[in-house]
Every structure is written in C-alpha cells, then in structure tokens.
T-cell receptor
Framework: AQTVTQSQPEMSVQEAETVTLSCTYD???????LFWYKQPPSRQMILVIR??????QNATENRFSVNFQKAAKSFSLKISDSQLGDAAMYFC???????????????FGKGTLLTVNP | ETGVTQSPTHLIKTRGQQVTLRCSSQ?????VSWYQQALGQGPQFIFQ???????GRGNFPPRFSGLQFPNYSSELNVNALELDDSALYLC?????????????FGPGTRLTVL
C-alpha cells in the first residue's frame, strides 16, 4: 500500500517571501501521479499542481513549482512571492497509474497548515 | 459551468441512525469519488463510482454504501452510525476514473454523530 507523509504540520511565511512544503511517499510502483491540493478554511479543495512520475522535468504553475526527486520519493512544493490568499491547508496526494479497483483513489498526507504573515 | 455541489452542508445524527449524503458532479463528469476527512487528517478514500457502478473501494466497512444515478449524481449512505463516523465527507468528480485527470472537489458535508 502506498503512503504519503507530510512532516511539517504547520509552516509560516512572510508575505512576498518563498516557502517550501515537504512531502515524501512510499510506493513500489514505477508509474504514478503526484498532486498538491489546497484547502482554504471552510472552502473547497482545489488542485494546485500535479506531476507525472515518468516526467523528469519539474512541474510549474505560475508562483507554484515542485521539486520531484523520484529516487528519494520526495515531492516538495515551493510557493514564491507568497500572498495572503495562499494561507490554507496543503495536502500532498498520490495516485497509481495502474488500472482497476482502488488504484483510482487519491492517497493523501495529513496536510501542512500554511500561515502567511503580512 | 456548474461545479461539484453537495447537500446538506451540515448534519447531526445520533449513534445507530442512518444517513444519506448527496453529490452532484460537475457537468460532463461521469466519475464520482467519496472521501472521509476526519478532523486534522487528510481525506481517506471510501469508494468511486463510474457510469453507475462501483469502480473501487477503500478500507471502509459494508455499512458505507453508495449509488450513482444516470445523470452521474451520487449518494453516500452510512448505516448504523458510530461516533467515529463524525467527519467531513467530500465528493469529487472527474471526466474519467483514472490517470492524470484532476478530481474536482465539492465543499463537503460536515457530519456529527452524537
């Protein structure tokens, strides 16, 4: 079974600064997908960024980028030029690329609560 | 384009009762997944429905059951409620059941079991 670990329960950053959220995962599969989701307080969870394991190039989406280290099974999220609206719970998630049954599920970490200070 | 909606927003039940939660998927999406998010935890996969059939299930007992309708909306039913069932229940829809496809989440239903 796959597991996802987020070792930082809480992080804080000053507005306009950069912060990195850590995520490690455990799997015996070679092909999979990794995601970062953002869950603002009392609001819907939204996708921030995603990465396909077979792609060596790190994904980027505007101010958000990842550092994907497949051999180390590490998938960190970097937020540049942090904004007040970035404050939220951030979840790292894993999904198998295999077909069938519960392979379609997302496996989430416990989350990192990000505070942005003005 | 209407996003994923869930009803009710909040619900209070007592132990032993039964509950039904509802989810309307995003337009054009035929796949719905349900997750349970306990306080301070990440969401845990309950099951997924694709074209009205269960298409995968997590480690939840049979008292958690579901349905998907021809319009791809879905229900989650929980029988014999236990105190540990208190959680935020999230529904997510996607255009296909697997792969790189993004899952679009609803706002959730907060269930409290007393």
């Amino acid at each position: 079974a796959q597991t996802v670990t987020q070792s930082q329960p809480e992080m804080s950053v000053q507005e306009a600064e950069t912060v990195t959220l850590s995520c490690t995962y455990d799997t015996s599969e070679s092909d999979y997908y990794l995601f970062w989701y953002k869950q603002p307080p009392s609001r819907q969870m939204i996708l921030v960024i995603r990465q396909e394991a077979y792609k060596q190039q790190n994904a980027t989406e505007n101010r958000f980028s990842v550092n994907f280290q497949k051999a180390a099974k590490s998938f960190s999220l970097k937020i540049s030029d942090s904004q007040l609206g970035d404050a939220a719970m951030y979840f790292c998630a894993y999904r198998s690329a295999n077909s069938g049954g519960s392979n379609y599920k997302l496996t989430f970490g416990k989350g990192t609560l990000l505070t942005v200070n003005p | 384009e209407t996003g994923v909606t869930q009803s009710p927003t909040h619900l209070i039940k007592t132990r032993g009762q039964q509950v039904t939660l509802r989810c309307s998927s995003q337009s054009g999406h035929n796949t719905v997944s349900w997750y349970q998010q306990a306080l301070g935890q990440g969401p845990q996969f309950i099951f997924q429905y694709y074209r009205e059939e269960e298409n995968g299930r997590g480690n939840f007992p049979p008292r958690f059951s579901g349905l998907q309708f021809p319009n791809y909306s879905s229900e989650l039913n929980v029988n014999a409620l236990e105190l540990d069932d208190s959680a935020l229940y999230l529904c997510a829809s996607s255009p296909r059941p697997k792969g790189y496809n993004e899952q679009f989440f609803g706002p959730g239903t907060r269930l409290t079991v007393l």
